[in-house]
């Protein structure tokens, strides 16, 4: 016969966060998750804190550019710079590749885009329509084509990004 493994524990919410992580990284981390204004209350129940406490880091992260603040709406809410985000994965990119290595790879990404470009005939994604065929497996096909297409965007904008952050020593702007 089998065994089965113990029963979990009742407190769920305890074991989310690893022993060590201080109240500014679970917030931290519950920010960074939050994708439409949330309320400070909700983020610090995801955090496992006081609603003192939440609002008090996130107000940090707000002034680090980290998240956003709608302190207009009542309870005051929250949600990440996605600005940050793009910011901060352009800056790995230009930590890791040099200037050439990231010039080759906007290059390459450029010709897939011109790729999609050709086959759609438009250079926007979203006028695509990917329904106006009966066959499913075309649409499938469609939509998948679309998503790598607006993908192919996105990178092209974090290489430029990671290109210009090379090239200024760190910075978007040159000093």
């Not at 065994?3 to 022993?19: G, N, T």
């Amino acid at each position: 016969m089998a065994q089965f493994d113990p029963a979990p524990e009742s407190d769920a919410a305890q074991r989310r966060w690893q022993e060590g992580t201080d109240t500014f990284g679970r917030v931290y981390d519950v920010a960074l998750g939050v994708t439409s204004p949330t309320a400070y209350t909700e983020i610090a129940e995801l955090a496992d804190c006081s609603p003192n406490a939440a609002k008090k880091h996130l107000e940090r992260l707000t002034e680090m550019g980290i998240v956003r603040a709608d302190r207009d709406s009542r309870p005051a809410q929250y949600e990440r710079n996605d600005g940050y985000l793009e910011w901060q994965e352009a800056s790995q990119i230009a930590d890791e590749l040099s200037i050439d290595e990231i010039i080759d790879r906007v290059a390459a990404l450029e010709e897939q885009l011109t790729e999609y470009e050709e086959q759609f005939g438009t250079t926007d994604p979203t006028a695509v329509s990917v329904v106006e065929h009966d066959d499913h497996e075309m649409v499938h096909e469609r939509m998948t084509a679309i998503s790598e297409w607006q993908g192919i965007i996105r990178e092209i904008r974090l290489y430029e990004l990671a290109r210009q952050l090379s090239q200024n020593d760190g910075h978007l702007i040159p000093a």
